[in-house]
């Protein structure tokens, strides 16, 4: 079984400072890696996945997140936050093979202030 | 673009009422999914689907269950409905590898 780890539950940070949100994974099998966003009363929208290839993802909202295999991570990453990046972020895999359910990890939400 | 559809985004029920929350999907995907949304508890997995009339139990079937008649439509149902299952309740349909997900239903059992 496959199961995500947020090591956050909240990240507060000032307006144009970096954030990092973390996420650590636990599988036995290869996994595909997704963040997922959640703005304030809106539904669930992908920010970024990893597939295969690079191991370094981004986002056309400028935010990356690096696969680390032997880390079993897929931590995210901005270097200068707006306001408008306030929302709930969500880490999750999937398996390649097989049931390719997502499991989800419990959540960060981030909190800019100017 | 895939479209999600949930029929309501907001219910409110009483105790032990049969609930059914619908969704529709507009891109002939064979994977269908419900989570519920919890504070501090990410998504969790209720049931899914793999084709029609086809489910599978997720992490946390109890007090739940599926029908799925038509490819297009993945139906949850509450069959006595509680207090401890006032969530939001969120359904994804899967064209791989990506994941779509509706706008969500809250629903609150008084």
């Known amino acids: 079984a496959q199961s995500v780890t947020q090591l956050d539950s909240q990240v507060p940070v000032f307006e144009e400072a970096p954030v990092e949100l973390r996420c650590n994974y636990s599988?036995?099998?290869?996994?595909?890696l997704f963040w997922y966003v959640q703005y304030p009363n809106q539904g669930l929208q992908l920010l970024l996945k990893?597939?295969?290839?690079?191991?370094l993802v981004e986002s056309i909202n400028g935010f990356e997140a690096e696969f680390n295999k032997s880390q079993t991570s897929f931590h995210l990453r901005k270097p200068s936050v707006h306001i408008s990046d306030t929302a709930e972020y969500f880490c999750?895999?999937?398996?390649?093979?097989?049931?390719?359910?997502?499991?989800f990890g419990q959540g960060t939400r981030l909190t800019i202030n100017p | 673009d895939v479209k999600v559809t949930q029929s309501s985004r907001y219910l409110v029920k009483r105790t032990g009422e049969k609930v059914f929350l619908e969704c529709v999907q507009d891109m002939d995907h064979e994977n269908m999914f419900w989570y519920r949304q919890d504070p501090g508890l990410g998504l969790r997995l209720i049931y899914f689907s793999y084709d029609v009339k086809m489910k599978e139990k997720g992490d946390i079937p109890e007090g739940y269950s599926v029908s799925r008649e038509k490819k297009e439509r993945f139906s949850l149902i509450l069959e006595s409905a509680s207090t401890n299952q006032t969530s939001m309740y969120l359904c994804a349909s899967r064209g791989p590898p990506r994941y779509t997900f509706g706008s969500g239903t809250r629903l609150t059992v008084v």
């Open positions: 599988s036995s099998v290869s996994v595909y």
């Open positions: 999750a895999v999937s398996r390649i093979q097989g049931a390719q359910k997502l499991v």
């Open positions: 990893y597939l295969s290839g690079s191991t």
